[in-house]
């Protein structure tokens, strides 16, 4: 059985709203979703 990994709209409008509560720059929160959705892992095994 597939696990379901998406999260809905609600679900990453809470994220960026949590962490801008925790002082990230828009920058820093660009940073953990493409972390957390797998570019920069993808990124940095093309490099």
Known sequence: ???L???TAR???NLIEWL???NFT???IIDC???VEGKKK???KED
Do not use: Y
Request: hydrophobic share 30%; charged share 50%; net charge negative.
């Open 1 to 3: 059985m597939e696990v």
């Open 33 to 35: 979703i493409e972390s």
């Open 26 to 28: 828009s920058d820093d």
């Open 11 to 13: 679900e990453v409008l």
């Open 42 to 44: 993808k990124e940095e």
């Open 20 to 22: 801008k509560s925790k």
């Open 5 to 7: 990994k998406t999260m």
